[in-house]
């Protein structure tokens, strides 16, 4: 009988404690920031280009000055856009790590989470440095990809190239600083860490807001890419359908709604948890 009791006492509060933690108010605005500056990047960075080179607004043609900043030159609309991304990913990855830890580090003692912070702090450029190279990876092997889907494989390498590290960014980059790269060595850590990637990213399966925040987006993101190639076969003769631009708002796009959908399954979740633990408090005070 004594055993019982031990077991509940001491077990019980930490699941309770980790399970609550859900920054709803900080990670709502959060999101919308991020998501609202994406927006900006992709639709209003690029019109600097007519600000620096006047020259490339042209008048003759249907559609609106807005739209021909964004149309004329894809290499240049791309490169603003990977510029902006770059500074927005290492922010939001740097804050969804910093979640992770915060949700992590909530069961230990003071001197734990003090060792553990000291930890995190001296490895961050490291692993971002790792992050960066793991992404790097990742955007050539969207450029084969790309390729063997049906993009010009002897034209347009540049912006075929641009493309692919716009998706790694927006798909890779946050996981593999939150996370780490996975490798293939044979201690621990990277066996982890492989098996984390292999359930969130081939099997699916989120057991948390955070594993959500990073696996919805980076879904949406190639889902939405795919997607926005189907125009460019459409026999319209715009602007628009120059290659890659509707891949790349597509898997813009994607990342957004998927960025949303995770933050509104998380809220949802969230609140029917805390309905269930309110409801078993009541229970047991009545009792």
């Not at 621990?188 to 955070?210: D, G, K």
């Not at 980076?218 to 891949?247: C, E, F, H, K």
């Amino acid at each position: 009988m004594p055993a019982k009791p031990a077991k509940t006492t001491v077990s019980s509060p930490a699941h309770e404690i980790q399970h609550a933690f859900f920054p709803y108010a900080r990670y709502t605005s959060v999101v919308g920031v991020h998501t609202s500056l994406i927006a900006f990047t992709t639709l209003f960075l690029p019109q600097t280009s007519l600000l620096l080179w006047p020259s490339l607004a042209h008048f003759d043609r249907p559609q609106s000055q807005f739209q021909d900043a964004l149309t004329e030159n894809p290499v240049i609309t791309l490169a603003w856009i990977v510029a902006g991304l770059v500074i927005l990913q290492v922010w939001w990855a740097g804050w969804i790590r910093q979640w992770c830890f915060e949700y992590t580090s909530r069961g230990g003692t003071s001197d734990e989470i003090k060792m553990d912070r000291y930890q995190f702090d001296r490895g961050r450029f490291l692993r971002l440095g790792r992050a960066a190279v793991f992404t790097s990876c990742v955007a050539l092997v969207f450029h084969v990809t790309i390729v063997l889907f049906g993009a010009p494989s002897a034209s347009h390498i540049p912006h075929t190239f641009l493309l692919a590290i716009v998706l790694a960014l927006l798909s890779t980059l946050t996981p593999a600083y939150a996370l780490g790269p996975p490798s293939f060595s044979s201690n621990t850590s990277s066996l982890i860490t492989r098996l984390n990637w292999t359930r969130l990213f081939a099997e699916f399966s989120p057991r948390n807001p955070i594993e959500r925040a990073l696996v919805y987006p980076a879904v949406s993101t190639l889902l939405g890419a795919w997607l926005g190639a189907l125009p460019i076969a459409l026999d319209w003769d715009r602007p628009w359908q120059a290659w890659p631009l509707t891949p790349l708002f597509g898997g813009i796009a994607g990342y957004i709604i998927g960025s949303l959908s995770a933050l509104s399954v998380s809220t949802l979740k969230w609140l029917a948890e805390e309905n269930i633990r309110r409801e078993q408090s009541v229970k047991q005070k009545t009792t």
